[in-house]
């Protein structure tokens, strides 16, 4: 049985290929060798976050060209001196608040990154809206469509306007990180990362025939659900938290950097857990 699609001809029905996983320990203490990302670029969203600023560090220190996307300047340049002191290649910086985009301006981002670099070897979500936790009944609307604008539409439209160039490169990923929150209070927060998830699996399925001459996927797309990390979100959601009873976003990065790294390089399409 097949549907038709929407620029015509048929397309079949196909069953999920998205299964899930637990992180191991050896994905959670996984780290790049030094210098193994040389020549290499990747696009962190959430930059200037705990778990964002965490990668890039790491990227950097393995001689990666960080893209930074984020929404504060000043935080974007003070990660950017970061990694130049820390002598990682001289990352660019893309200021952009996803409350405010459209796809016609990520696509004019991605654009960039070509035009500048001619590659991009990964792209990791890792920015996150959490809005106020409150019942559906009475969030505020602005604050319900800011989450889905920045944790769903974004999320979707950059990685549109990214593929093309991710596809361009061997082993690249695109990874989303995850949040399962679906009890009450999560409110827009918890429906629409409910939703990444979803989107993680349909990207995943409607690329797997996208595959490099070792018939390995030419983009792995995985889904992260880290954990607890100690985070400026976490701190909003879990104010009565002590901040040590929650690890640093460091060391919840190892499965992103083992996924980057495309250890396994046929995997694609896993919903990646913390125990």
């Known amino acids: 049985m097949s549907a038709q699609h ?30 193994s990302w040389e020549n290499r670029v990747v696009l962190i ?3 200037t976050g705990g778990l964002g600023a965490a990668l890039c560090h790491r990227l950097g220190k393995a001689g990666a060209t960080v893209i930074l996307m984020g929404r504060h300047r000043a935080r974007l340049e003070g990660i950017y001196d970061e990694l130049i002191a820390a002598g990682a290649p001289e990352p660019a910086m893309i ?9 016609e301006i990520l696509q004019g981002s991605a654009d960039v990154i070509m035009q500048n670099f001619s590659r991009l070897d990964a792209l990791v979500h890792t920015a996150a809206h959490l809005g106020e936790l409150t019942p559906i009944q009475v969030i505020d ?14 999320a979707r439209d950059l990685t549109m306007a990214c593929l093309p160039l991710l596809s361009q490169t061997t082993r690249a990923s695109v990874l989303f990180t995850l949040d399962n929150r679906t009890s009450a209070y999560w409110g827009g927060y918890g429906v629409s990362k409910a939703a990444v998830t979803a989107l993680t699996t349909m990207f995943a ?34 104010s009565g938290e002590l901040e ?31 125990s």
């Open 205 to 238: 399925d409607e690329t797997d025939n996208l595959l490099d001459d070792n018939q390995h996927p030419k983009v792995a797309i995985h889904g992260v659900q880290p954990g607890p990390m100690r985070t400026r979100l976490r701190r909003r959601a879990f």
């Open 6 to 35: 929407p620029k015509g001809g048929k397309i079949p029905y196909t069953q999920s290929m998205m299964n899930t996983s637990q992180i191991s320990q050896s994905m959670r203490g996984y780290a790049f060798e030094p210098k």
């Open 244 to 274: 040590h009873e929650s690890p640093l976003a460091d060391e919840q990065a190892g499965a992103f950097c083992y996924l980057m790294d495309r250890v396994e390089p046929n995997a694609s399409g896993t919903i990646w857990m913390e």
């Open 95 to 103: 200021e952009q608040d996803f409350k405010e985009t459209t796809p």
């Open 45 to 47: 969203t959430g930059a």
């Open 141 to 154: 609307d602005a604050q319900w469509r800011e989450a889905f604008d920045v944790n769903v539409h974004a």
